[in-house]
């Protein structure tokens, strides 16, 4: 029995399912557009201290430089190659990044963008981000070097040599995202210059990767790629552990390309989570929070050990990809903190924070077409993120993770590990409860009326925090205590007007 576990335990900690967090972390956060010397000094200063189990951060890779609109965002999605350096970093910085956050066993997730290079329309120069010559019109990155026998212009069959009909499998994979450069990744010479890209990473110490458009590449290639890939650096991670690797897919139902096409190669992230999460928390098209008690598999949702989730993404949150009006994010911060504390208190799938930076929307006809807007910078240099006297973040950085409601989840989920979904309660509305076994639990009231009973926690008995209201500090609670009962029960009262209306404790949090 115990070499039978031992064995199981070896399989998982090898495989490209398991992101390979410290023992006792299990959250990942995206710092999106985050400079790697802020990145390495967030994993020392916070991110180990707060139990985060690694970082996605953004493309590091050399990219199209873009003016018009001035630097946006999605230029670091248009690559001109494999050298490091960006508006984040260059390869010191990165490096110096990578050594750091594992020291403090923090990992970092690379996203890779590997579809596509720049797209087409772009002059041809030097407007890059290490300064490197590229000439889209004639498939030319000599950096790389890639050239027209790389892309895929004769295998796509569309007349505009674009992605004219999502439910077309080959058009999706074969033709251009958006006008950018489709890579011909059948091609050997094509896999192995990523897979050499990737390496150098996985080598720096890397712990796995977001595949950017994965819908995009056939899993068979990806598959080649994945194939090719070193084992990660036995500096921080046992001899022979994979690379973690989630895919970015976007699959609400209804099209050609489904999610389970890739489970083979690794988690794939699950869409419908944050889409269906919004409806439930804004109340829309009849949906009530009882309705969750079945949440994840019982709601069409791929299965929890493929599932990589999230309330939003750098892309939704500004009304890019999928999800539409219903996502959530920090512009509507009450509903926010209850969708991210529900994702962080429920068992499914590995769950990643957003960490974001804040633009000024302009909507027109309902759309923001200030959707473009790149990280707080001078001149198109970002900004450092720096802390104020309060523990937030200024210089336009939002810092959800710093939120406490937010960062206190992360420790919840972390100590609810492996602990069963249990004690589920609702009132038939929008009040419900949950635990986590005998060592945590959740209340919320999203309903136009005051909550006041007693629950079934499951929990020994004692004095705990709420760790919503407040923190646990010495042995003190800074907001609201809960008095379980030598029977598990406790009292919960919770007004529909509060900032906050959910209460969670854990085995961390009692006095
Ligand atoms: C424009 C026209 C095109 C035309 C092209 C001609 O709109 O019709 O073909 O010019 O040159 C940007 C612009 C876009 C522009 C394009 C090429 O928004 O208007 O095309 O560049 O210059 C991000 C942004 C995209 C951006 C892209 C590259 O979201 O807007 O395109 O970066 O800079 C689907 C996919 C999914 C994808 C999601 C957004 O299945 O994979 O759309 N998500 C990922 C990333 C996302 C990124 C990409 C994929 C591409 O999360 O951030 O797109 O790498 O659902
Ligand atoms: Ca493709």
């Known amino acids: 029995m115990k070499f039978f576990l031992l064995l199981s335990a070896v399989g998982v900690c090898w495989a490209q399912y398991n992101p390979h967090t410290r023992q006792g972390r299990t959250a990942i956060l ?120 790389d892309f895929n212009d004769a295998k796509c069959k569309t007349g505009s040599g674009g992605i004219e009909n999502y439910n077309d499998a080959a058009q999706v994979r074969d033709c251009r995202l958006t006008g950018l450069l489709d890579l011909a990744l059948e091609k050997d010479y094509v896999r192995t210059k990523i897979a050499e890209y990737m390496n150098y990473l996985i080598d720096i110490g890397v712990a796995g990767f977001r595949l950017d458009a994965s819908k995009h590449m056939w899993p068979g290639d990806i598959k080649a790629i994945l194939d090719k890939l070193n084992n990660l650096n036995t500096n921080w991670f046992p001899e022979g552990s994979r690379p973690f690797i989630f895919q970015e897919v976007i699959d609400l139902g209804g099209e050609a390309i489904k999610s389970s096409e890739y489970f083979g190669n690794g988690r794939v992230t699950e869409f419908k989570y944050g889409a269906k999460l919004g409806t439930v928390i804004r109340k829309w098209n009849g949906e009530k929070m009882a309705y969750l008690k079945n949440w994840g598999e019982g709601w069409g949702f791929m299965p929890s050990d493929r599932a990589l989730v999230f309330v939003d993404n ?57 959707d473009w807007i790149g990280p707080p910078n001078n001149n198109g240099a970002t900004k450092e993120v720096t802390i104020n006297p309060d523990t937030t973040c200024g210089n336009d950085w939002v810092c959800e993770h710093r939120w406490r409601q937010i960062r206190n989840m992360v420790a919840f989920r972390n100590i609810a590990d492996g602990e069963p979904f249990t004690n589920w309660w609702d009132n038939g509305s929008n009040q419900v409860a949950f635990g986590r076994g005998n060592k945590a639990f959740i209340v919320f009231n999203n309903d136009d009326w005051s909550l006041s009973l007693t629950l079934q926690t499951g929990l020994p008995a004692g004095t705990y925090c709420d760790v919503i209201s407040g923190d646990k500090v010495g042995g003190d609670c800074t907001g609201s205590r809960v008095y379980v009962s030598d029977d598990g029960t406790a009292e919960f009262s919770i007004s529909n007007t509060a900032e906050d209306p959910f209460i969670a404790i854990h085995a961390g949090s009692k006095l």
């Open 30 to 149: 995206h710092l999106f557009e985050w400079r790697w010397a802020d990145i390495a000094v967030e994993c020392e200063r916070y991110l180990a201290r707060k139990g985060f189990g690694g970082v996605q951060v953004s493309p590091p890779n050399e990219n199209a430089v873009i003016t018009n609109p001035y630097r946006p965002w999605w230029e670091r999605y248009q690559p001109v190659s494999y050298k490091l350096c960006t508006r984040s970093g260059n390869e010191d910085e990165f490096r110096n990044m990578v050594t750091r956050c594992n020291n403090v066993g923090v990992r970092i997730y690379v996203d890779a963008v590997i579809n596509h290079m720049c797209a087409e329309s772009n002059a041809p120069g030097t407007s890059s981000t290490c300064g490197n010559y590229y000439n889209p019109q004639n498939r030319e990155f000599p950096a790389v070097p890639y050239s027209g026998w």
């Open 314 to 370: 750098h892309d939704n949150q500004r009304g890019h990809g999928a999800g539409g009006a219903s996502i959530l994010t920090f512009w509507d911060a009450r509903m926010y903190k209850m969708a991210v504390g529900f994702m962080l208190a429920h068992p499914y799938g590995i769950a990643r924070v957003m960490s974001s930076y804040r633009w000024e929307r302009h909507f027109e006809n309902g759309k923001d077409v200030n």
